[in-house]
């Protein structure tokens, strides 16, 4: 038997992050793109650009920057707030999921 739950963290502006943003963010980390994070993720352009963006509007710093074009072309990249938001996400998701099965455990359902 497992226990499963979602977080995600939200100011009253609205979500900060959550796991489908997290994965977003790694994404863009791993492709250096946008475009190539969403097509990876099977969603639109649009709605991940729309992701990132509420993110950016509700968090204290950026979590991406672009990168206009040039001789090697435009890019997205993770902004260290944005590497740091990741790694704390991760780090509280594992211990929500600790507590949880450690509750189930307990009540032996």
């Known amino acids: 038997m497992k226990i499963k739950s979602k977080i995600w ?3 009253e502006d609205g979500i900060l992050i959550s796991e489908g943003r997290i994965q977003l963010l790694k994404k863009i980390e791993s492709t250096g793109s946008l475009n190539k994070a969403a097509k990876e993720m ?3 352009y649009q709605k991940a650009w729309k992701l ?13 920057a672009t ?3 040039g001789n090697k072309g435009g890019g997205t990249v993770v902004t260290p707030y944005g ?3 990741i790694e704390s996400f991760e ?5 929500c ?3 949880l099965d450690a509750q ?6």
């Open 9 to 11: 963290i939200e100011t």
């Open 42 to 44: 099977n969603i639109s």
């Open 52 to 64: 990132i963006d509420a993110s950016n509007k509700v968090s204290k710093e950026p979590l991406v």
């Open 67 to 69: 990168q206009v074009g």
């Open 83 to 85: 590497k740091s938001l």
């Open 91 to 95: 780090k509280i998701n594992v211990a």
């Open 97 to 99: 999921w600790e507590f």
């Open 104 to 109: 189930l455990e307990k009540h032996s359902l």
